[in-house]
């Protein structure tokens, strides 16, 4: 039971830094005008979310130094970016709600929206700016870099929706580059900043990422195998929507030729239940749910392993080991 | 006739200075993929312009060091910046049209010039990230205020639109953050990276914002009594969308009553050379062209006091005295 216990405080722990966050959050001072400038940042600012990112930053600062504070700037910055790409990508996908609310261009509108997205990403470099002089040059490359990476995959996301074929790779490069990227520079910015050495602030940055693509893949079959009583989303949605994910391509990377005819047919079939049900019977005869959990192992895994080198105690891990279970819902 | 000459020559050093930019603009490589994101920020930068703020730059980091080239990542900074905004401008404005051809929104479409907006802000800071360590907390700290101070500029002209009354001070304000403050960093940017002493680059800073107020109040009387042979735009353009310029503004503020109705029932004027020419009618009643000019040569003069200030000599000044006169297309 030691174990549990170990993982039970963990995810208090967790909190402990949700909360610091949000108190940061909260109590950053916008100015009051041009109000439809300041009051979408503060809105999609405040309704919450995981606050995933923030707590990598801080939970590596922590593992390096024993600060979490230290990392208060870049935690927020990575936050306020992420803020950022909501916006902007809300507005893209034409999406009328984010975590239950009106989305920034539906409750104002989308000049507003671009707007308010642009300031978001000038302040997350405000705050990424208040580094210390001597590894300012450091975090703005990795910084740059990644939120380059992170439009890149978006339009990447875009691009897939119009295109004939996508490979598995490139869908796994889409993942990594829009989603998995962020996660790992908010954990090497919070070495950084917690002076880590350079190959463990890489090793970091490699196990955030390799983290965020297993949890991607993980969002893929939950979004077709999930309990509906315990799933955010509407089961099998991504079918419904003909979504090119990793299961499906990999469904018509592997199925035969009558297979495949009867996958394209459902794309255009309008009984819901009727799409839903036998899109999952031809996954089943091609094992495409135990193939997505294999790769989503193996980068789980890597990710593990990418931890493992890292030249810190275990009992100093335990935190980042602790929120890699909690974010794939597993006990080891 | 000694002026003149210097005056020449300067202008053909504009020249210098433009092709150098233009040459480095030319063989920036962008990545070839995702295409649709790396294209369009190629197109609008290649679109031409007159490269004022990249020119300010490399003109003020001279003016201290003797050499410009040492301006080049600051000065591609703010030339990149000022694309950014333009495409996310234009899709705000619904604009058909940029410098004769097509805008980035209707060449591709808003989702293509949101994204390529984006990654031009971010690869302006990877510009600015080079500069040498020592001057990159000042670099990023005056760059961030300025963006920021752009942002809160255009959303207030965007609030102009939808506002009942607005004051001549809120429109000062406006076409300073708007416009006036990118040219004042440029020229503040190149200082210190060209080494001037702190009241120096203040003092440049200053030069540049007052010029660009002055510049842009320019601009408001020639779009309604320019000569339409000189003029690029339509003349009247601003009266016929009854644009809320220094000149109405300044008009609706020292009418009498019966002049200020007939301005606003003008404004629903259908019959559009009637309309401009009896706009024009009042504003001849009121002085109004004499009181904008008024404004605009307080603003120049100040900048000319600006640059008298600076620690040079006469000589070195020339180019920026010489640009300023190019700019407002005055003689002295």
């Known amino acids: 039971m030691k174990k549990d216990e170990n993982l039970k405080n963990m995810l208090a722990q967790l909190d402990t830094y949700r909360d610091y966050i949000s108190t940061q959050i909260s109590t950053t001072q916008f100015p009051s005008n041009p109000h439809n400038l300041y009051e979408p940042a503060k809105y999609i600012l405040e309704l919450g979310g995981k606050r995933m990112r923030p707590i990598l930053s801080m939970m590596a600062c922590e593992l390096f130094s024993g600060e979490f504070e230290k990392a208060t700037n870049v935690a927020m910055g990575v936050e306020i970016f992420h803020n950022f790409t909501l916006i902007h990508?809300?507005?893209?996908?034409?999406?009328?709600?984010?975590?239950?609310?009106?989305?920034?261009?539906?409750?104002?509108?989308?000049n507003v929206g671009l707007l308010s997205g642009d300031i978001l990403m000038i302040e997350s470099y405000k705050r990424l700016a208040t580094a210390r002089p001597e590894i300012l040059p450091e975090i703005l490359k990795l910084y740059n870099i990644t939120a380059i990476e992170v439009c890149e995959g978006q339009q990447m996301d875009m691009d897939f929706e119009e295109s004939e074929s996508v490979s598995i790779n490139e869908y796994v490069k889409m993942i990594r580059l829009k989603t998995a990227v962020l996660l790992g520079c908010s954990l090497k910015l919070g070495a950084i900043v917690g002076g880590a050495a350079n190959k463990d602030s890489n090793d970091l940055y490699d196990f955030g990422t390799n983290l965020g693509i297993a949890f991607q893949l993980q969002d893929d079959i939950l979004d077709v195998y999930a309990d509906q009583n315990k799933f955010g989303k509407q089961v099998g949605g991504d079918i419904i929507a003909n979504k090119k994910t990793f299961l499906l391509l990999t469904a018509l990377a592997t199925a035969n030729a009558s297979q495949k005819a009867r996958l394209e047919s459902l794309f255009t079939e309008t009984d819901l239940e009727k799409k839903v049900k036998e899109v999952k019977e031809i996954y089943a005869e091609l094992n495409i749910k135990e193939k997505a959990e294999e790769q989503m192992n193996i980068f789980y895994k890597t990710a593990m392993q990418n931890l493992d080198a890292i030249n810190a105690t275990e009992e100093k891990k335990m935190p980042l080991r602790a929120i890699a279970m909690y974010l794939m819902g597993r006990e080891s």
């Open 89 to 110: 990508d809300d507005i893209m996908d034409e999406a009328p709600l984010r975590r239950g609310k009106e989305t920034v261009h539906k409750k104002w509108n989308s």
